[in-house]
């Protein structure tokens, strides 16, 4: 451990000068210091990664190496050369690429439009466009790297839409890759794919740093690793002379169980009964093609499923708030009463009342309110509440008492519940609306992706708390594009694929291979060999009814 | 030291502020006297100026627009030694003068003479804001133009709704263009800053104008066949020779009274043909010994004529 | 789908049947009419697109008001001044051009708020042209009547005359298309340019971009703030034509207040429109159309009762709402219209 | 963990950057060839320098209190409502309806009636637009600006047809009856046995300005609805999540916004010209979205800009009243308080903010 602090080379050559070599970086966002004077040497060929908690500050530094902040001090080497690093522009031509953990894509631009954007050849776009369709239909052979050129992103799944920020770099011929948290909305089959990719890009000699909080990936890929924590570069180590418990510690400064504990499900009542739910949205597509299912209580009914296949849909219309326009038909019995599909008693309100409670996948558009004070968050659904409310006006001295109560039980940091949501990290975030919704003690719980983006300390604690609750006789709906996070907590997996349920698995009587193969919409009987080997993203494209396109 | 206040249009909008505003200055010229001028900035504020006005000793008072007619009747009891006058709009209190125009008078010549410089029998009225006042123009202008074609149309346009009404050339311009393609050849404009569109398009179109309140003749000679002249700048004048002495009760500035009339200058002299010029004799003195009665729409918000 | 591009070409459709009823039912109105309507659609368009380059780049821009009434009061000093309408052109679009200057200062380089610097700029134009009006002619913020060449003249096209004979297409080329001011050619000309600027260039693409996604465009190492002060500096040209257009081609001088309101007419219409160059060409004809109509029919009689002038005054924007709330889609403005690009908060 | 400490920001930052207002305005008043100095005085003694002063200063304060306050409730359920200006006038004819509907005995009866008449054609004003918003996705900007034209059109149609007492000159309607005149601030000042405001036109209605002021906090922060508005104008997915109906919101977010400036026909209808006049609202509901996003959309901040606005008025007023300065020059100045106050204040904040983490960093050491 202790030669582990140094910074030190990552292949045994030292006299080739390293591809990136960061010295004394430090980076202020006003009061918050994101980095503090870090030093980083990435050797060339190699797959560097960088882990460490949400906020520690990986795509603070990362994004200064890109030039897209200015760091307060420090220097920049590139392949031994120092460099000021002015712009994005000037990082580009020195060959570095990077793939931001939030896209920076143009919504309603082609993928092509989205290559060539910023290095187009001339003040004409046509010839651009031209010379562009034919490199990248190069690079596609060549990394396996398949996207429509004429497809818009907003139609893409987000998988396409990474491969379209990784052919960006390539297209400006990076020789340094740097991708920021890449299998956070990956399906496993998704990230085997990049990872084979970004092996044959090593390769070829290019080096790649790799932000991620799945210590799984690290210990897989990387040559050697980088641990952050709150602005401070901890230690910089050969993967190969590490381990996963090791690295989490670092991280987080204190030992991690890494697998939950959970004793076997003890089920009761149905709670849910959902029974051939259909649902076609407003521009005519089915989304959800006949859904039938039962939740007992003290069960987890883990659904797994490339995301795209309808569990958004699901989640949203179970949660009592169908995408405008949406028809949908079926029924849905909670307790056993039927829950209405339309109309204002079908709206989220009305489902809260019931006993459902949602942790949406998407917390900062949905599940909080980012400009709210955090203890506004804590009321936020449940705002209605009797118990919120003192005659005609809100009783915030009751929610603010809650909100300090939830704070503690979930240990949300900073403790201070008058900052506003979006000053949180998103753990932090993800925290504040866990607690929120299994704090209320539902009935139902809905969760989706409960850990996307979150460091291994708050997963670890989040896990806990869904397996407390269904040990409390609750039954919970989980969704997942994490196949681990699926097999260690649901107590029954259903995977979902073009709007259907292709099938029920116990996860003690399942393989990630077989979840696979049904997430691949490949059935039961059908099992034939030669599908598992595509992408199962590039399938369904085709299998999409007409109107999508 | 007399005081004139101007309404919200402002001094200068080539209308009855400016004529009021040239009856001042053609006062102070000649007797060299001075006076305190205002201009509106708001509604609440006229009676504010009315006050401060009268508090600081100013005697008269005059205002232009009907617009004080409602303050005025509030404010004039309260400084029953201090005269004021109003123009366009009848308060009868112990110390106000309420001076009306005839306007329907004017426009009735004005009338006429587009009647008889009309080859298409086709004439045009373009007004700003749609209110009773500027029906008061239009009214008169049809009624003389019926009179001496009574078979002849009388095409009518309103530019607007909102105060813009009285400041938009271009709109002013397409409607007098569209009246044109109708076949108006002769356009009266009463539309404040609208109506420069409006003259400015006739003249453009090679057809004839007929300005309103000042004289107008001057803007595109040649182009102008008259200008209803309202002589506010008489009236005031003659408010201010008064002095404190002003006579209260109301004055009609009537055509015999030379309180409205039809321009005839260099500019368009020669586009007044010798009838016209009878026609126009011979209805004034009709006018004035009554024997033609030009109907005031402000009556009873009716035209005769339509 | 299917119905998206069929509201999409409902602008045009309505436009073009409004035309063809019209010249079937009395041709020799209709034509004056239409002709109208292209006259006041001009200053509607040139200041749509002016906003259509704002805020494609996201920069939202209710300043265009202001813009036109500074231009049209610089456009009508100097060609008074010089007696030459072309240095009037330029002087309006310096005046608007300054304004637009202001309002990059406010949301680009400080990162204010764009409303309110478009407020601003509006009531700054309303104030400065009337006193810099009385300062300079001393005639209550009006300048003085335009003659000659300090006024955009009438162009005739080549055969006008000629062709006039023609039927049918005889009266549209000589009546419609041929004899309006050089600067109604330049903004319809504006319209295909404007689209293949957008859609064919270097600087369209990026352009647009950034008013999408102004973070995909500063990560591909192209300056924000340099791309959005290039399309306020385009909207400020094109705000400064569309005020010249108004006091020295459709006037002849400026008068206090004379946009009149187009400004925010012309935001409607690039809402309307959808933030497209050829929606903007179709929304500004219908108002124009629909003003032109109302011009030529003041008091309509409909047998059993005569629609009083107020009413068919509002009726472009009674027709507006009417078209909006039963036709035209959900208008999707670009995503980051509206924002100030913020890196570091 | 901010920047630099609230009172800066909400203080010092404003206070600067009107005074770089002022200075520039001093320039644009010497470029005329005037004295910025009288200029000053004269704006300041005319609109603080007397009870007077101060009387117009507030009746201009309470017609900018309500219009601010409606563009600041649509504001947070992110509604842009620039038809302040139609609805107030619509407010007008409500209250003016009401006023002449019925001989009132007494003021203390007709007021609550005349704000009900006032608020309720606001609010229907604004009905329409929010509900083409809501339900058919007409943008609600331009919906507003339209509705503007459209209430000219009606208000005119109204005042010389049917509301305007026969042969009368003037568009407006009759004087409303002795029953409902609202007792002036002086009128109170007299009962305490003072003199203050004489003959100004400022009414109680500048207390019911002060209390909306507090409901429409009381409103925003302290209720479920208000609660419900903010999250919607922060979030439509999210407050789609929480069961809040977008279409509820936006229709009742205009409600409130066009019935608050309605309320403001109160006070210039009913309160000072005691008739409906064609053009009563003077642009007062453009006015109120500068209020509303000077004031940061809190209705402290909007009394605050309101007074603000009230004293560039009455003090522009009395400028272009008692000296040769044109008065649009107010408009010039009322033009650069928005801008540096409400749009270039980052001009001044950045380099305060700088400034005091310099400061904090040497306290640290
Ligand atoms: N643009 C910004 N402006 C202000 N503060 C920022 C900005 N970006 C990041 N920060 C702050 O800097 C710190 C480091 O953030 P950073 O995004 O680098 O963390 P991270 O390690 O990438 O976290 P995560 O795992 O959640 O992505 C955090 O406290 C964050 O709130
Ligand atoms: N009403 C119309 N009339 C003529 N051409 C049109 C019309 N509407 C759109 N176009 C043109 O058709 C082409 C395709 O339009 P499309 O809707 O794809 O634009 P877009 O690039 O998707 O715009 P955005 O980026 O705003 O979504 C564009 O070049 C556009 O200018
Ligand atoms: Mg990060
Ligand atoms: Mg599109």
Redesign the interface.
């Known amino acids: 451990m202790a030669e582990a602090t140094q910074p030190s080379g990552g292949r045994p050559d030292t006299a080739a000068p390293a591809a990136i070599e960061l010295r004394g970086i430090s980076k202020a966002f006003g009061p918050v210091q994101a980095n503090k004077n870090i030093d980083l040497r990435v050797e060339k060929g190699t797959i560097h990664g960088i882990i460490g908690e949400n906020g520690a500050g990986k795509s603070t530094l990362m994004s200064i190496l890109y030039g897209f902040y200015k760091p307060d001090s420090g220097e920049i080497m590139v392949n031994g050369q120092p460099l000021t690093i002015a712009d994005s522009q000037t990082a580009i031509r020195a060959g570095i690429g990077m793939v931001f953990q939030h896209f920076k894509l143009v919504q309603n631009f082609t993928v092509l439009e989205n290559i060539i954007l910023g290095v187009e050849d001339g003040p004409m776009l046509r010839p651009s466009l031209a010379k562009a369709r034919g490199v990248l239909k190069q690079l596609a052979e060549e990394y396996e790297l398949n996207v429509d050129p004429d497809e818009t992103i907003e139609e893409l799944s987000v998988g396409h839409q990474q491969r379209v920020e990784i052919l960006k770099a390539l297209y400006r011929e990076a020789d340094i890759l740097i991708l920021d948290e890449p299998t956070g909305v990956l399906t496993p089959a998704e990230a085997d794919h990049l990872f084979r990719i970004l092996e044959g890009l090593r390769a070829e000699g290019k080096t790649i740093i790799l932000i991620t909080h799945k210590l799984r990936e690290i210990m897989e890929i990387t040559d050697s690793v980088s641990v952050m924590r709150r602005g401070e570069m901890v230690a910089s180590v050969q993967t190969a002379q590490t381990s996963p418990e090791e690295l989490a510690e670092l991280m987080v400064g204190r030992k991690v169980i890494l697998n939950i504990e959970k004793a076997a499900a003890n089920p009761g009542q149905a709670v849910l009964e959902v029974r051939d739910l259909r649902l076609v949205d407003d521009e005519g597509v089915e989304r959800l093609r006949g859904i039938s299912f039962d939740i007992r209580a003290g069960e987890i009914l883990g659904i797994a499923g490339v995301s795209g296949n309808g569990q958004t849909q699901l989640m949203e219309l179970l949660g009592g708030y169908p995408e405008k326009g949406s028809k949908v038909s079926g029924t849905i019995h909670m307790n056993g009463d039927n829950l209405d599909l339309t109309g204002t008693k079908s709206d989220a309100r009305t489902r809260r009342k019931r006993g459902i409670g949602h942790v949406p996948e998407d917390r900062q558009t949905e599940g909080l309110i980012m400009d709210f004070a955090a203890w506004e968050n804590v009321a936020f659904g449940y705002h209605d509440k009797p118990a919120y409310q003192s005659g005609l006006m809100m009783n915030n001295t009751a929610i603010k008492s809650d909100a300090e109560k939830y704070f503690e039980d979930f240990d949300v940091r900073p403790r201070n519940t008058n900052l506003a949501a979006r000053n949180f990290s998103g753990g932090n975030q993800q925290k504040i609306v866990v607690a929120r919704e299994i704090e209320r003690n539902p009935d139902l719980l809905l969760i989706g992706q409960p850990t996307r983006g979150v460091d291994i300390g708050a997963i670890e604690f989040i896990h806990k708390r869904i397996v407390e609750l269904r040990d409390a006789g609750k039954a919970v709906l989980l969704v997942s594009v994490e196949l681990d996070e699926i097999l260690s907590l649901s107590d029954r997996i259903a995977v979902m694929f073009d709007g259907r349920i292709m099938g029920e698995r116990l996860p003690s009587e399942t393989t990630t291979g077989e979840l696979g193969l049904l997430m691949a919409g490949v059935t039961d009987t059908e099992n034939t060999p030669d599908s598992a080997g595509i992408p199962p993203e590039d399938r369904h494209v085709d299998e999409l009814p007409e109107g999508r396109a | 030291e007399p005081a004139l206040i101007f309404d919200l249009g402002g001094k200068f909008d080539k209308s009855f502020n400016e004529a009021a505003n040239n009856g001042a200055v053609r006062w102070a010229e000649e007797t060299g006297g001075s006076y305190k001028e205002l201009e509106m900035q708001s509604e609440a504020q006229r009676e504010q100026a009315l006050r401060r006005l009268a508090e600081t000793g100013a005697n008269p008072i005059i205002m232009t627009g009907f617009a004080f007619g409602d303050v005025l009747n509030k404010v004039a009891p309260d400084y029953p030694d201090t005269k004021f006058g109003i123009i366009d709009m009848v308060v009868e209190q112990p110390n106000v003068q309420s001076v009306v125009f005839t306007e329907e008078q004017g426009s009735y010549l004005a009338g006429i003479m587009a009647a008889m410089a009309s080859e298409t029998d086709t004439v045009g009225f373009i007004g700003g804001m749609d209110i009773p006042l500027i029906h008061k123009f239009e009214c008169g202008f049809a009624q003389g133009f019926k009179s001496v074609k009574p078979e002849g149309n009388v095409l009518i346009n309103y530019t607007g709704t909102t105060p813009a009404a009285w400041n938009d050339p271009v709109k002013g311009g397409e409607l007098a263009k569209a009246q044109i393609s109708q076949g108006a050849d002769v356009v009266y404009a009463a539309a404040g800053g609208t109506g420069i569109g409006v003259l400015q398009a006739v003249a453009d179109g090679g057809k004839l104008g007929v300005g309103v309140d000042s004289n107008q003749n001057h803007l595109h000679p040649g182009s102008m066949l008259t200008s209803m002249v309202k002589r506010v700048d008489n009236a005031v004048f003659d408010a201010f020779t008064a002095g404190a002495d002003l006579e209260a009760g109301v004055k009609v500035m009537d055509l015999k009274a030379d309180g409205v009339a039809v321009a005839i200058d260099d500019d368009n002299k020669d586009l007044v043909t010798a009838e016209m010029q009878t026609a126009i004799d011979e209805a004034t003195a009709q006018i004035a010994d009554g024997s033609v009665a030009v109907h005031d729409y402000m009556t009873d918000n009716t035209c005769p004529v339509q | ?1 299917g119905l998206n591009s069929l509201k999409d070409a409902l602008t045009p459709i309505i436009v073009l049947s409004i035309c063809v009823i019209w010249v079937l039912l009395d041709q ?2 209709a034509l ?2 239409i002709e ?1 309507a292209l ?2 659609m001009t ?1 509607l368009l040139l200041a749509c697109l002016a906003g259509l380059y704002s805020e494609r780049a996201g920069v939202f821009d209710i300043g265009l008001e202001g813009k036109m009434l500074m231009a049209a009061f610089s456009a009508a000093t100097v060609a008074y001044l010089t007696g030459s309408a072309w240095l009037g052109l330029l002087a309006g679009i310096g005046g608007s051009l300054s304004l637009s200057l ?1 309002h990059g ?3 680009i380089t ?8 478009g ?6 134009a ?3 042209t ?2 810099l009006g ?2 300079i002619f001393g ?4 300048t003085p ?1 335009l003659v000659g060449d300090a006024r955009f003249g009438d162009l005739n096209l080549p055969f006008a005359d000629a062709l006039a004979g023609v039927p049918l297409l005889g009266p549209i080329y000589s009546r419609l298309i041929s004899g309006h001011s050089i600067l109604v050619y330049m903004a319809i000309l504006a319209v295909p340019l404007t689209w293949w600027v957008l ?8 352009l ?2 950034v008013g ?2 102004p ?9 924000v703030t340099r791309l959005r002060y290039a399309a306020i500096a385009i909207c400020g040209i094109l705000c400064g034509v569309a005020g010249a257009y ?1 006091a020295t081609g ?4 400026f ?4 946009t ?2 187009r400004g ?2 012309a ?2 219409a690039l ?2 429109a959808k933030w497209r160059p050829w929606g903007a060409l179709f929304a500004t004809l219908l108002f124009g159309l629909l ?2 109509l109302a ?2 029919y ?2 309509l009689d409909l047998g059993f009762v005569t629609i ?4 068919m ?2 009726l472009p ?2 027709l ?2 009417i078209i ?3 036709f ?4 999707i403005p670009p ?1 980051a219209g509206g924002e100030p690009y913020v ?3 | 963990m901010d920047k630099m400490p609230k009172w800066a920001d909400v203080i010092l930052t404003p206070l600067i950057s009107l005074f770089l207002a002022m200075a520039i305005s001093a320039l644009v008043i010497l470029a005329i060839g005037e004295s910025p100095w009288v200029a000053l005085t004269t704006m300041v003694e005319g609109a603080l320098g007397s009870s007077y002063g101060w009387g117009y200063t507030l009746y201009y304060t309470t017609n900018f209190i309500f219009t601010g306050l409606a563009v600041m409730v649509a504001y947070h359920a992110a509604l842009f409502n620039i038809g302040g200006e139609g609805q107030a006038a619509m407010g007008g004819l409500g209250v003016a309806l009401v006023c002449l509907a019925f001989p009132w005995p007494h003021w203390a009866l007709a007021l609550p009636a005349a704000m009900i008449g006032g608020a309720l054609l606001g609010a229907a004003w604004a009905f329409i637009p929010a509900w083409l918003q809501a339900k058919r996705g007409s943008h609600i900007v331009i919906t507003t600006i339209m509705f503007n034209f459209i209430a000219a059109a009606v208000l005119n149609y109204v005042l010389v047809n049917m509301l305007r007492p026969v042969g009368s000159m003037d568009p407006a309607s009759a004087r409303f009856p002795e029953g409902t005149h609202l007792p002036k601030l002086s009128d109170i000042a007299t009962i305490f046995g003072t003199e203050w405001g004489k003959n100004t036109p400022v009414n109680i209605t500048f207390f019911i300005a002060i209390a909306a002021c507090f409901l429409v906090w009381l409103l925003i922060w302290r209720t479920r609805l208000g609660y419900e508005i903010r999250a919607f104008g922060k979030s439509e997915p999210g407050a789609m999540y929480a069961g809040i109906s977008p279409v509820r919101i936006t229709v009742i977010a205009m409600l409130i916004s066009g019935g608050l400036a309605g309320l403001m026909a109160i006070n210039n209808v009913m309160g000072e010209s005691e008739r409906l006049v064609l053009n009563a609202v003077e642009g007062a509901g453009f006015i109120g979205i500068a209020v509303a996003l000077m004031g940061r959309n809190h209705p402290f901040g909007v009394f605050l800009a309101a007074l603000l606005f009230g004293f560039l008025y009455q003090g522009g007023g009395e400028l272009a009243l008692w000296t040769s300065i044109p008065r649009e020059l107010i408009i010039v100045i009322q033009a650069l308080v928005i801008l540096f106050t409400g749009a270039l204040d980052n001009m001044v904040r950045m380099p305060l903010e700088r400034i005091f983490m310099a400061l904090r960093k040497r306290e640290d050491v």
């Open positions: 789908m020799n109105r004056d009419g109208s006259r006041l200053p202001i200062l406010a949301s400080f990162r204010g708020n764009q409303l309110i610097s407020v601003a700029i509006n009531f700054l309303s104030g400065l009337v006193l009385i300062k005639l209550g913020g009006r009547a859609y064919r260039t270097r600087f369209g693409l990026r647009r971009a999408e996604n973070a995909s465009v500063d990560t591909a190492g192209i300056s108004l459709l006037s002849a001088g008068v206090k207040e004379m009149a309101g925010f007419i935001l409607a809402i309307f003003e032109s011009n030529q003041p008091n009083p002038s107020m009413f005054n509002a924007y009674i507006t709402v909006l709330a039963g035209v889609g959900r208008a995503r890196k570091e908060r």
